[in-house]
């Protein structure tokens, strides 16, 4: 298969600029989705969503399996000690120094602690995790802003380090708590309104006040997309205003326009996804965009008695793919931009398996069985806990293995990732990027490439560290895993890569045969370096062979100053010889040996000690950078070899 990738990965479809323009769901279903014909089509709030209430016999029956066995360990620990508590100058620490997880830690802690209380009053019905769930729910009625710090809009304008609670801010916090109190009511609402009355009608309160009317009002929300940038925010803010609008809300025209409202921001993420369902902000990112939508139209379908289903939406199965073809071997996935190589555990697999079963997708499905816990997360968000209970299929689904795809090219956002041999990890694994620097959570990173062995990276993408105010400021770019110089790419004549949409890699091209794979592609216009013609890169993996090659060849309109190869790796590093290195990654797998032609180029190691626990949870103590200085002529060509190391 060739495949000549000259568009431009990223771009955003007319249809996904919010424009009124038609997008896949509503392309597909041809029936209105207009408020007055969803009051029609509703269900009421009792049945709206697609898990029973405490005291069905399905929850006896959770109850009895083990499933909950973490979750159960967690809360008796906690039962009866003070819950956690955001405090004011935690909130106010992002606005002095840009700190933000000393509030989030807190308010993720006092969630995850109602999420387990309403599991287990919901599973055991007994009374006294039924006071705790009220407790925590009241917790989160009196908390002064849902919304975190690092998203608040109405601070800096006012000069203040506190949010203003008479104008709400609608952000991933705010829909997660709205979403929350609507799936407890949905288990626990009839037992609340017994034991607490008025509580469930504070929660109604406190819900439409700080979310619903918002979302309803305002139409300058940056994470609606109507401007045509469309993020991963929109499908996660609309998907648990669903939740809320669907459980919460008042049957009627107002309940409907939320529902529309909602359904038209995910169909604008969609639209706005490449038609391969790709995610420029990389896997760990599919979680909280592509998946999320996939979660709102599990619901959607549900609460329409099966009108809006979305099983037939082309890119809704293209992405429904895209978590197994980034895989790379057991926990370790292809990271991109802030994603992580080896992201935590406990996703909810139980998402891209239901949408498996019904699109007839085996590889999706055996990869989704391949990662299955077999228990529900003590940290699990509520709502993806219930429906993880509730899907009987998935709870009596065995271990898969998974189908570890030879081969994948995905134009949308040009990255291809393929291995010596199809259905095992054994073997190398190569993953190149073309694409453009301004892409979603960007990092400078045109043109780089990942190598993995036995499925553990060896040549790696770092990641990001812990989330800061800097992180998405103008000095961005100052943190040294966002720069290209920490990227497996080539810093040319002392200039790294620059950020926005026109630093992008020209004429890629794609070759996937059955002994080789091979992307190549211009690399000249990702740098800031008028003199520089053409840089071409050739990565290609022999599978015969078992031996990645990463060419370089350039072009300048003269000699000058040399240009330097970056390569990031993971494990012990030695140099027995000047002209190679040999990785030694942790956990023992085998080693990989990195050699270049004797005399071509000057090598030089940089070791990086890893202290942010985001990074360090991933590689370890350190990382190590080899730096290859080339000639500084106008035009040269070079090549580096990968290998197994016996």
């Not at 400078?444 to 499925?455: E, R, T, W, Y």
Request: glycine share 10%; proline share 7%.
């Amino acid at each position: 298969m060739t495949n000549t990738a000259t568009g431009s990965p990223g771009d955003r479809t007319e249809s996904g600029r919010g424009d009124g323009a038609i997008g896949p769901l509503r392309a597909s279903w041809r029936v209105a989705i207009s408020p007055e014909a969803l009051v029609r089509s509703l269900l009421p709030p009792e049945t709206a969503l697609p898990v029973p209430a405490a005291g069905h016999p399905d929850w006896g029956r959770v109850s009895r399996s083990g499933v909950l066995v973490a979750v159960r360990e967690r809360a008796e620990a906690e039962l009866g000690t003070p819950w956690p508590q955001p405090l004011a100058s935690q909130y106010a620490r992002y606005f002095r120094d840009g700190n933000r997880t000393g509030y989030e830690s807190q308010v993720f802690e006092r969630q995850d602690r109602l999420t387990r209380a309403v599991l287990m009053a919901t599973a055991s019905g007994e009374q006294g995790w039924l006071d705790e769930a009220a407790d925590g729910i009241v917790q989160l009625c009196e908390q002064s802003s849902w919304c975190w710090p690092a998203h608040e809009d109405t601070c800096r304008p006012r000069g203040t380090v506190l949010p203003d609670v008479a104008a709400p801010c609608l952000d991933l916090g705010a829909a997660d708590v709205a979403a929350q109190l609507a799936w407890a009511d949905q288990v626990l609402g009839d037992r609340l309104a017994e034991r607490y009355p008025g509580l469930r009608e504070r929660m109604r309160s406190e819900v439409r006040v700080r979310v619903l009317d918002p979302f309803i009002r305002r139409r300058d929300w940056h994470w609606l997309g109507l401007d045509g940038d469309v993020h991963n925010w929109c499908p996660w803010i609309c998907g648990n205003v669903l939740v809320a609008a669907l459980r919460l809300a008042e049957p009627g025209l107002e309940r409907a326009r939320q529902v529309a409202w909602a359904v038209a921001g995910v169909d604008r993420y969609l639209a706005a996804l490449p038609a391969d369902g790709s995610v420029d902000e990389g896997y760990e990112y599919w979680w909280n965009g592509a998946g999320r939508a996939l979660e709102a139209l599990d619901l959607l379908a549900h609460a329409t008695s099966g009108l809006l289903d979305a099983a037939s939406v082309p890119v809704v199965r293209e992405t429904v793919r895209f978590p197994y073809r980034m895989h790379l071997g057991g926990p370790w996935y292809l990271n991109l931009a802030d994603a992580r190589a080896r992201p935590p555990a406990g996703q909810p697999w139980q998402v891209p398996h239901r949408w498996a079963r019904r699109l007839g997708e085996p590889d999706a499905r055996r990869h989704a069985e391949s990662q299955r816990a077999g228990a529900v997360s003590a940290t699990a968000e509520l709502g993806r806990a219930l429906c993880e209970l509730a899907d009987l299929e998935w709870q009596s689904a065995g271990r898969g293995e998974p189908p570890l795809a030879a081969g994948v090219w995905l134009p949308g956002t040009q990255v291809g990732l393929a291995r010596t041999a199809g259905g095992t990890a054994h073997g190398l694994a190569l993953a190149v990027k073309g694409g453009h620097n301004g892409e979603h959570h960007n990092h400078n990173d045109v043109g780089s490439v990942v190598v993995a062995v036995d499925g553990v990276p060896v040549l790696v993408d770092a990641g990001r560290p812990t989330y800061t105010a800097q992180t998405f400021g103008p000095d961005r770019y100052a943190i040294w895993t966002m720069q290209s110089s920490w990227h497996n790419v080539p810093e040319v004549r002392g200039a790294p890569q620059g950020q926005g949409h026109g630093f992008r890699a020209r004429d890629v091209e794609m070759v996937d045969e059955p002994g080789r794979f091979e992307v190549r592609m211009d690399l000249a216009a990702a740098y800031p370096v008028p003199e520089l013609e053409r840089w071409w890169r050739t990565v290609a993996l022999d599978r015969g062979a078992s031996r990645v090659t990463v060419g370089d060849a350039w072009a300048f309109t003269g000699d000058g100053d040399p240009s330097v190869l970056h390569f990031l790796l993971n494990g012990q590093v030695d140099q027995p010889l000047a002209e190679q290195v040999v990785i030694r990654p942790p956990g023992g797998t085998r080693a990989v040996r990195l050699a270049w032609d004797p005399g071509a180029a000057t090598a030089t190691l940089t070791v990086r000690r890893l202290e942010d626990p985001m990074l360090s949870e991933v590689w370890g103590e350190r990382l190590t950078r080899l730096e290859l200085r080339l000639p500084g002529t106008a035009r040269g060509a070079f090549e580096v070899r990968v290998g197994v190391w016996e």
